[in-house]
């Protein structure tokens, strides 16, 4: 049977071919599972191990760093091989990672616990430089945006999947793990200790299984490249972009609208991540009568959320601007996170709910509008650039949990999300005043005419 779909010399394709979109869309809620599993981690380490909120939070820190780490090599391998050997190595990493929760949780130390994390993240750096960038290729090219929103909508899914796992496999009933500990001799903490640390593993025991049916996958059914078609000329060659050179980056870093696609970059992941990894904490903060598997509720609650802000968004983008939406979305979030931030009672709970749905359409939004600033030729360094800049999940947790342990209020520290998405903010107010004056430019020409 032959192919519905041609790839054009800019690398886009005339249609999107189905089975391999929805593999490639597959990726993005098996990354969000191991997301929200962090979640869960953080609340579970901090009790088992008795660490501050500080130290717990290096469990994102460990992540997202593994993230920064890997973005580069990852973008090598697209440029040099396809975006499908990417995904293949970032599997491939995932699965090892996964398998390193089964010595972790013998050998009982927070360390090996963040060896294992790190080892995962490596893998979703591949899988993530990859295929945000495949989703926008994989298609017509004025469907980008839009491929890539849906594709990113079904991470939700993802989220709630991780956070049920925790639930259910991770988490325990009765009181919460410190009023358990709390009753108990140092020996008996001891065993209880190794005793919870073995129920870690048990959703990773799944994830494997998944991973390697994908694997299989992406090996034996046929991909387009989707790479733009450069023809081998003296001249090209000459010019030809090298990811790793200095010339490269200071020619991005020289595009305006691309330095500040980055910084919006890092701080919704630093905004994001920081919102998140606290959630279940801040609910056993304000209701000491609540358990962790209770708490894990309004992670779920925050998922359900975040993807009815993205199915919500999805729709609307076919109705008006994405950049006016979402600076709508950003100051909603905004004065979400300020009530968290301002309020020191149980109803704050709500809010941080409510904020994830105006997180929904930000990532891919920006993501896409980075890619589109630059050149052809800069992709995959501009792809490597913005999953590099995920690092921010890396420093606003345990920035979130500094402002937490120093004032003794762990709802304080989310002024640090709020001044993230403050920021985000006047990202889309900007972008959306380039998008005001370009469409205006577009119509007097037409008038001249």
Not at 281 to 307: C, H, K, P, Q
Not at 410 to 439: A, D, Q, R
Request: proline share 4%.
């Amino acid at each position: 049977m032959s192919k519905k779909w041609n790839q054009l010399p800019n690398g886009y394709l005339t249609s999107t071919p189905f089975l391999q979109f929805v593999l490639m869309t597959m990726l993005f809620p098996l990354w969000s599972v191991a997301n929200a599993l962090n979640d869960v981690l953080i609340t579970q380490f901090k009790s088992i191990f008795e660490l501050s909120n500080f130290a717990s939070a290096f469990v994102q820190s460990a992540f997202f760093g593994g993230y920064f780490v890997m973005a580069i090599p990852a973008a090598l391998v697209m440029k040099k091989k396809s975006y499908v050997s990417a995904i293949l190595c970032g599997l491939a990493f995932y699965i090892v990672g996964c398998l390193l929760f089964f010595p972790a949780s013998h050998m009982a130390t927070y360390t090996m616990f963040l060896v294992a994390i790190f080892a995962i993240a490596l893998g979703l750096s591949f899988l993530e430089t990859s295929a945000n960038t495949y989703a926008t290729m994989i298609g017509p090219e004025k469907t980008s945006t839009f491929r890539i929103n849906l594709s990113q909508t079904f991470t939700p899914i993802g989220n709630i999947c991780g956070i049920l796992l925790g639930k259910f496999l991770i988490f325990q009933e009765g009181e919460s793990l410190s009023s358990k500990m709390a009753a108990m001799s140092p020996d008996q903490i001891a065993a209880f200790r190794l005793e919870m640390l073995q129920h870690t593993l048990v959703p990773y025991k799944y994830i494997v299984l998944i991973l390697v049916a994908l694997f299989l996958a992406f090996v034996f059914i046929k991909f387009p490249s989707c790479k733009p078609q450069v023809k081998e000329t003296a001249e090209a060659v000459k010019n030809k972009v090298n990811l790793l050179s200095m010339k490269t980056a200071k020619f991005m870093m020289g595009v305006q609208r691309f330095r500040r696609s980055l910084l919006a970059m890092f701080l919704y992941n630093g905004m994001q991540a920081a919102v998140w990894s606290f959630t279940i904490r801040l609910a056993l903060s304000l209701d000491g009568s609540m358990n962790e598997r209770v708490a894990a509720n309004y992670m779920i609650a925050s998922f359900i959320v975040f993807f009815l802000g993205r199915v919500v968004a999805s729709t609307l983008l076919t109705k008006m601007s994405a950049n006016k939406l979402l600076f709508i979305y950003s100051v909603l979030g905004c004065l979400c996170l300020a009530y968290v931030a301002g309020v020191n009672d149980f109803s704050v709970m709500y809010p941080v709910i409510l904020v994830s749905a105006f997180m929904g359409p930000v990532y891919p939004t920006i993501y896409d509008t980075g890619l589109k600033t630059v050149p052809a030729e800069y992709r995959e360094s501009a792809a490597a650039a913005m999953v590099m800049s995920i690092v921010g999940g890396a420093m606003m947790p345990p920035i979130l949990g500094l402002v937490a342990d120093a004032t003794g209020i762990l709802h304080v520290g989310y002024v640090i999300p709020f001044l993230c998405f403050v920021v985000i903010s006047w990202f889309f107010y900007t972008e959306m005043h380039i998008e005001n004056e370009k469409h205006e430019t577009e119509l007097k020409e037409v008038h001249q005419l």
